[in-house]
């Protein structure tokens, strides 16, 4: 697709034309799925959130050969373990390289130029990714799951939520681990790489009034705007 | 007691440290995830393969 859609320059009669109208003009297919990124996106750190994402690909792929063979097969066959293991070391992964995504957007002041809702959108998702993680531990059905439950246990009963949170049971952890955190999660993911789509990558700091001046706002400007400076 | 049962019900390794206590695991993640940190924003990343046809 070739320079940005036509916008109907009438104003639309129903929520649904303002919602197109509003995707056609701020969210335009080549803004969606860009083939260049400004200059100084290459950089290592610029890559640890793509990994975080794909990480989260591997624990949902595998999260779902778990749930269609349960724990009987999980537990006990090697094939079962193996795929046990590639959920869990896909999760340490996970965090690790979303701890790392963080500790970079957070020294560059991600939420500059307009970016709030991308930082607090990525936030809220650390905090559900706790969550689905606590979730994941308590319906192990080992010792490990026992000893976590159970000092979890005080800890959401002193926060206040023990009544309607429980991690000792087992039903409403498991449901609430393989659907319920999940679905939350993906909402979340989606909208947080939709934002980031919207007001392009956050450019460093010394970048800034590059991007001020009008150049490299978008992930789709060229890299010549920014090698430039 | 069984070998597996000593294992499976021990409380691991942990590094005190004053009123803190961190389990050695948790003390590497830490410590790999700063690593990398540093090396993600000091390492050079490698440039762009230009397609010559593309660009000649």
Known sequence: MSGAPTVDDEPASSWIGKVRNRLERDLPYDKVLPETQPAYVASWIYVFGVLTLAALVMIVASGTVLAFEGPSWYHISKVGKFFNSLHFWAVQLFFLFMVIHLLGKFWMAAWRGNRARTWITGMIALIVSIGAALTGYVIQTNFDSQWIAFEAKDGLNAVGIGAWFNVANLGQNLLMHVFLMPAILAVLVIVHVVLVRLHGVVPPMDAAEVEAAGGAVHASATTETTEAR | ?56
């Not at chain 2, 409380?11 to 803190?20: C, D, E, I, K, T």
Request: net charge positive; charged share 15%; glycine share 4%.
């Open chain 2, 1 to 56: 007691m069984l070998l597996w049962q000593d294992e499976a019900i021990s409380s691991g390794s942990y590094v005190p440290w004053g009123w803190l206590s961190i389990s050695v695991p948790n003390l590497i993640v830490i410590i790999v995830m700063i690593v990398l940190f540093v090396l993600a924003i000091t390492l050079p990343f490698p440039k762009e393969r230009r397609n010559p046809r593309r660009h000649s």
